[in-house]
């Protein structure tokens, strides 16, 4: 049962799409405070668990700790760290009470699980106009079910976006483009696209090639799909170029459509390509104006995007630069080197992504203006649904590729998301893997880590590590950040290590693709915490470095250096699976408890429940090549896998004709 209560007048974000009627009062549990700003209160026994708020940081179970919606380009992930990209304000209450909350409410929110007060939960905000939907249920996973069908289906990429993608920071022109592809083949490694960072771009201008690296780009585009079976994948920022002449920005200043000051001049950011103005993607028509943007890239073969810097980042803006300038002008006019350096330190490090400027410009909405940081954590969700309204127009009947860096929950119906820029630290593995159960409650099924660390040097046990969760996540990408160690495979010892482990990714694609699309048809989550399914053990519900993938499987990858293997907890006699790099798969029955499993880094370690059954595929080098008319079935003979063979690239996935029910003998 879904109940909505509205406090004061809230900002219409689309969150939801299901609609509900409002209920009179306040929710049965807990306290609602608006005498101060909003504050819901309720108190917690010892053992409830807190799970939701998507890409948040740290654990499964929130509690804890404390958290802000308040979507940030920081690209330190420390364990204090508060705010991410992402602004995903549903929580899962699991204890004394079973319920979902989901507080839309687009500018900062503050979730104190027990940080204050180890018994309180406190959910926050500077102003009492929000929606709280209070959603309870059976279970847990109905009450996911239910949040689901409320914020609408999740997006559904195309089935090339389940096969491997390389990236980095610094590819620039075409010839780094080939030879990424080339080299891969060469060591064996299967690859389906390249991903194209900020330096394709003229001067770093949205929708633009840089001409003399790319004279025919369209051609390049057709080259690298059909002679390397590769898919180029080029990224688009939020901040549009200031610069007479070109086209987005004069349309854009013609049209009134990015976002303006108090005093209606337009305002500044500076990002890459130096000052530019953000397009106001609040505004319905300017959001269906940058929207038509991507096709020109479309049209010229591409057919996926990623979308970054739309928290939106600003590295500073020309009020904060003068304000700094004038602190330092004035230390240097004291004439004196026993400057306050904290104030200096503090003044530079606080231009980028500062409160006040984010407070300095205006949304158009409905003919009103609204100020930026009352609906600070919709802009990348905007960005990202400009982009998919746009293919809705320029492509009905084929899937693109999207995901974007900032998000907000609504953005789920329009593309993925990464989880931004991670460091090459082992702790980030096991971030990565708590992430996707508490994205997938909150709609974004589509997501993945950059494997191997963006930032920081990378080490090839790190990677291969990393990898072998990576083969189980929807977006599988290696990336990494200008200046790191280079993180391709071929530049590592015995690459035929890594082309086994990205190759385990081809075998199980079908099994992947299959669970990824059920469970967006169903509005259900493709991973789960052993506590959804194994509420009743006491050792299951506290786990947080497995998880369930499907109805089927349990990964538990090894995340620890040096590490011959690793200790899992099986909640249930499981099969325990292994790729071998000689491309057999070893399976052996383990009893319901705690063993140490061996798992040699060039291994894909599983477990299997009893009475299912997945697909395994013979090894392809791309998506395509992947035989689904031919699988092997792994598990317990007499079970049966359903498995989706549409075209990959349309909405046949709706028919039943595109769905094959395969039974094990
Ligand atoms: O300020 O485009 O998260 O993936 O490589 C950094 C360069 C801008 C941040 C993204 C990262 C990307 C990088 N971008």
Request: hydrophobic share 40%; with cysteine.
């Amino acid at each position: 049962m879904i109940q909505k209560y509205r406090f004061g007048t809230p900002f219409e974000t689309d969150a939801c799409v299901f609609p509900v009627e409002e209920t009179q009062g306040v929710p049965a549990f807990g306290t609602v405070s608006t005498e101060n700003g909003f504050v819901f209160s309720y108190t917690m026994l010892d053992t409830d668990a807190v799970y939701g708020l998507g890409g948040a940081n740290r654990g499964i179970n929130k509690r804890g700790y404390v958290y802000e919606s308040d979507c940030s380009d920081n690209p330190n992930h420390h364990e204090d760290t508060r705010s991410l990209y992402a602004a995903h304000n549903f929580l899962l209450l699991s204890g004394s009470v079973t319920a979902g909350l989901f507080f839309d409410y687009p500018s900062f929110l503050r979730f104190d699980v027990g940080y204050t007060r180890s018994d309180l939960l406190t959910v926050s905000c500077a102003e009492a106009n929000l929606k709280l939907y209070v959603i309870t249920g059976e279970s847990l996973e109905e009450i996911v079910h239910e949040f689901r069908t409320l914020i609408g289906r999740s997006y559904i990429p195309p089935r090339f976006a389940f096969g491997f993608g390389q990236s980095r920071w610094g590819y620039r022109t075409a010839e780094d483009f080939r030879s990424v592809a080339r080299r891969h083949r060469e060591a064996g490694v299967p690859i389906d696209m390249v991903y194209m960072d900020i330096d394709y771009m003229d001067a770093y201008k949205d929708f633009t090639v840089n001409p003399e690296n790319f004279p025919d780009f369209a051609g390049f585009v057709k080259e690298m799909k059909e002679e390397q079976g590769v898919r180029l994948i080029p990224i688009i920022d939020a901040g549009v170029k200031i610069e007479k002449g070109y086209p987005v920005y004069e349309e854009g200043v013609a049209w009134d459509y990015f976002c303006r000051k108090a005093d209606g001049e337009l305002f500044q950011a500076a990002v890459w390509p130096g000052y530019t103005h953000f397009p106001d993607v609040l505004n319905p028509e300017a959001r269906a104006w940058f929207g038509e943007h991507y096709r020109s890239l479309i049209e010229q073969g591409i057919e996926g995007f990623w979308n970054d810097m739309n928290e939106p980042s600003i590295f500073h803006s020309p009020e904060g630069m003068s304000d700094a300038l004038e602190t330092m002008r004035g230390m240097v006019e004291a004439g004196s080197v026993d400057v306050p350096i904290y104030l200096l330190m503090e003044k530079l490090g606080g231009l980028a992504n500062s409160h006040a400027d984010y407070a300095r410009f205006y949304h158009k909405v409905n003919g009103e203006l609204v100020r930026h940081d009352k609906v600070h954590n919709l802009f990348g969700y905007n960005m990202t649904r400009a982009a998919g309204e746009a293919f809705d127009r320029i492509c009905p009947d084929k899937r693109i590729l999207m995901f974007s860096r900032s998000s907000y929950i609504g953005m789920h119906r329009y593309g993925g998301i990464w989880t931004g820029d991670n460091k090459a630290w082992w702790s980030h593995i096991l971030l990565n893997l708590r992430m996707l159960p508490s994205l997938n409650m909150c709609g974004f099924l589509y997501v993945g880590a950059d494997l191997g660390g963006f930032g920081c040097n990378t080490t090839r046990d790190l990677l291969l590590r990393w990898l072998a969760l990576g083969v189980f996540t929807p977006l599988m990408r290696n990336h990494a950040a200008l200046g790191t160690r280079e993180q391709e495979f071929y530049q590592f010892e015995n690459p035929e290590d890594f082309a086994h482990v990205i190759s385990v990714r081809y075998r199980l694609l079908p099994y992947l693709y299959s669970t990824y699309l059920r469970a967006a048809l169903e509005g259900r989550m493709m991973f789960r915490p052993l506590s959804f399914v194994y509420g009743d053990d006491e050792i299951a519900r506290g786990i947080e470095d497995q998880l369930l993938l499907g109805d089927e499987v349990m990964i538990a990858p090894v995340y620890t250096q040096n590490a011959a293997g690793r200790t899992v907890y099986l909640p249930e006699e499981m099969l325990f699976v292994k790729f071998l790099p000689d491309g057999s798969i070893s399976t052996e029955t383990l009893s319901k408890g705690l063993h140490f499993v061996r798992v040699a880094l060039n291994e894909v370690p599983l477990f299997l429940r009893p009475g299912h059954c997945i697909p395994v595929a013979a090894p392809a080098q791309r998506t395509e090549e992947v035989d689904f008319a031919h699988l092997t079935l792994l598990g317990t003979p007499g079970s049966s896998f359903t498995v989706c063979c549409d075209d990959g690239i349309g909405r046949d996935y709706e028919k039943s004709e595109s769905w094959k029910v395969l039974t094990m003998e």
